[in-house]
């Protein structure tokens, strides 16, 4: 059983900040490539910024310069660091991995987090 558990949502005013994390646990050979989404209340999901094993990172336009995936592969551990948040970047955040196991290749997505910017 190969579960992501995501932890560091919450409100917070224009200009803050927040950390947001995601841990893999159970089974697991190796994990390729990480990411983050989000989805808006009556807005499809989208991809927010992903980062592979190689730690080479891709990010939305809209975030580019305030948010920062990072990983750490020992702790099977994906982080978004977000600064200078807008009301627009309400959302459900939610992590995905791709998680190599002993007979198959899956992709697995957290429970997800909300994120709430107040004006």
């Known amino acids: 059983q190969v579960q992501l558990v995501e932890s560091g949502g919450g409100l917070v005013q224009a200009g803050g900040s927040l950390r947001l994390s995601c841990a893999a646990s159970g089974i697991i050979l190796s994990i390729n490539d990480m990411g983050w989404y989000r989805q808006a209340p009556g807005k499809q999901r989208e991809l927010v910024a992903t980062?592979?094993?190689?730690?080479?990172?891709n990010y939305l336009e809209s975030v580019k310069g305030r948010f920062t995936i990072s990983r750490d592969n020992a702790k099977r551990t994906v982080y978004l660091q977000m600064n200078n948040l807008q009301p627009e970047d309400t959302a459900v955040y939610y992590c995905a991995a791709e998680i190599e196991r002993l007979f198959s290749r899956v992709d697995y997505w957290g429970q997800g987090t909300q994120v709430t910017v107040s004006s």
């Open positions: 980062v592979t094993s190689a730690g080479n990172t």
